[in-house]
């Protein structure tokens, strides 16, 4: 079943002060990733470097190898086609335009699930279903 992650879940394996948190992250994304069902996009890569870098202090050149790692995984590619869509998304459910970014990048890469905090669990957009890990 092919899973793509929203930031805030890559952004818990590296996060020690939410413990529980960091483990069951860490169990999803090398669970994913040895089936070879994870997948991420272009914005999630950079909001990923952002909050590394800038929240977590982490040194960039740490954050960018973090960021190299799951880049080898299938990854979306924001277009012109996708905002366009994501657009859309967000009018018609109330989202986010970041939120619509990552639905619609999950929807482009065929996944089954899009594992986030940040929507509602449960919530479905066509085949997409929303999964709080947490």
Not at 36 to 61: D, W
Not at 77 to 105: C, N, Q, Y
């Amino acid at each position: 079943m092919a899973a793509f992650f929203d930031t805030n879940v890559l952004v818990y394996c590296t996060d020690s002060t939410a413990p529980q948190k960091q483990v069951r992250a860490r169990q999803l994304v090398a669970q994913s990733a040895a089936a070879g069902e994870a997948t991420i996009s272009t914005q999630v890569l950079i909001e990923l470097f952002h909050v590394l870098t800038r929240k977590q202090k982490m040194p960039p050149a740490t954050a960018q190898a973090l960021v190299q790692a799951y880049g080898t995984w299938p990854v979306i590619v924001g277009d012109l086609a996708l905002v366009e869509a994501a657009i859309g998304t967000s009018t018609a459910h109330r989202l986010s335009i970041w939120d619509a970014m990552v639905v619609e990048a999950a929807l482009r890469s065929g996944a089954e699930t899009l594992y986030t905090e940040d929507l509602t669990h449960g919530q479905r957009f066509g085949e997409l279903t929303i999964v709080n890990p947490f």
